[in-house]
């Protein structure tokens, strides 16, 4: 069975069943139909926060056979939850870039899934239509203020950062003209499109803290700059105010279930290679008011989401985990180890010793934050008992519990292990976060910091373009923003081509964005793009609808 008839064979649960479960009332739930509510702010409880227990779940470097961390993080809460823990799933909201591109649904897969998983991964709740919205409602006020020369602000277009979003995969929009036809269609000017999951909205509604620190980090967005060189924000544009009114439902987490009736909270949903790719502060704070255990996931490896999800995300909301799940596979350490693509089913332990220092130096960036490591080997039908057994050994010399994890084909069962150890290193081990560097110190040092600590690099290069960026970002004194690095997620380095644990390798910083209302720096690394491409064969030509409206090809 594929994930569909999987997640189509289980009866789900009312909303509000799972909502009891939490132990919040009918009355307090936003209700979408029997099996989506919002949960309002105000379940959310400081003391609660403080008492529970945060997991983050990460991975090594992705590569093209997937690895599975959404599958596990879910696969351990249903574990959690059947021995006796309380558990709930806090994770992000799938992209329809991915889902109609290359990747294909993100709710988890075989019996380690949420649910509905159709309409988590179309429209949901509407949450990345609001944040386009939101978005492009800012891109038109300025476009807007540009034409109309008696309310001008004087902005300089070609100063202008802001270009619109949309949630799809669409490498044509990255560079585009827009204002063509004439003085009544505008001001012609150069601009782009970038994905709803890069938009500083998306970031901005992850980070804020309620309704008055929506509004307050909208109006810091940076527009650009005035022909007399003056800084222009969004609250220049009086665009903040309208813009937080089209986010007052968004920025409520959301709830569903698990395929085992567990609670799961999903919230936001920004790429972790070309934005923070951590879920929402208010879903996280959420899950550890309501529950003993969090169970939350950063995307791509640990050198992208995590990185960020502790020097970003915990620093701005006083989070503090007490563990890492880092999940590994045999597939993925034998593609690190040099196996190609088409061969990774035959069984190959050498491969799987060669592809394990790209596990290792992840487990020293675990280690640099002062957290103690769980790994979780995502189990496949391939995998040989010897492949397993090197990845256990290896792991036990480094002094790291290794763990099997069936999730895909057992669900919770196959999990129960892996809740075993994770409680007890939760509940037993000396957890001393902290984080990578100061947010004080100055930009370039921040960069340096996570690439020659995190990535391995050798030393870091800038672009003529990106030591303009830097020399405006100190103009407009945001030195002591967090970096958000954007960097392929295929390598440590910023080379997708350089597989394993590279070494020497010099960083390219082309250009640095200011998401100065999210309140990070964006750094821009080798050939990353802030617009992704669909692939040659896209997800969306297997994707259809019969007449009862039973949806086919999600996976």
Known sequence: ????????????????????????EESQLQLYGKYKAKLPLSLIDPEAIKRNKL?????????????????????????????????????REPSLGPVFGIKGGATGGGYAQVLPMEDINLHFTGDFAAIEKAHNLLAALIDNNLQNKKYSLGID??????????????????????????TASGVPRETGFDITAASEIMAILCLCEGL??????????????TFDKRPIHARDLKAHGAMAALLKDAIQPNLVQTLEGNPAILHGGPFANIA?????????????????????????????????????KCQSAGLSPRAVVLVATVRALKYHGGVALADLKTPGRKAVLRGMENLEKHLENIRLFGLPAIVAINRFESDSKEELEAIELRCKELGVPAVLADVWARGGAGAEELARVVADVAENSQ???????????SVEEKIKTVATKIYGAKAI???????????????????????????????????????????????TVREIEIASGAGFLIPITGDIMRMPGLPAQPAAENIDIDDNGNISGLF
């Open 55 to 91: 997991i983050l779940v990460s991975a090594i470097s992705p590569t093209p056979a997937g690895e599975g961390k959404t599958t596990t993080s879910i696969g351990l809460v249903q574990g959690l939850n059947r021995i006796g823990k309380q558990a709930t799933a806090v994770l």
């Open 461 to 507: 290069d800038y672009t003529s373009k990106a030591r303009a960026d830097l020399r405006k970002i100190q103009q407009l004194e945001l030195e002591k923003l967090p970096v958000c690095i954007a960097k392929t997620q295929k390598s440590l380095s910023d080379n997708p081509r350089l597989l394993g644990r590279p070494k020497d390798f010099v960083v």
């Open 1 to 24: 069975m594929n994930d569909i008839s999987i997640a189509r064979s289980v009866q789900m649960r009312d909303i509000r069943e799972i909502a009891s479960q939490l132990k919040i």
């Open 157 to 182: 277009p070609r100063t202008v950062a802001w270009k619109r979003v949309m949630d799809m995969n669409d490498r044509a929009l990255r560079k585009i003209v827009i204002g063509l036809g004439g």
């Open 431 to 441: 957890s001393s976060f902290k984080p990578l560097y100061d947010w004080n110190s």
């Open 212 to 225: 008055s620190d929506l509004k307050r980090r909208l109006g810091n967005i940076f527009v650009g700059f």
């Open 276 to 312: 923070q790719g951590t879920n929402s502060v208010l879903a996280t704070r959420m899950g550890l008011s309501l529950s003993e255990y969090a169970i939350t996931e950063a995307g791509f490896g640990f050198d992208l989401g995590a990185e960020k999800f502790f020097d970003i």
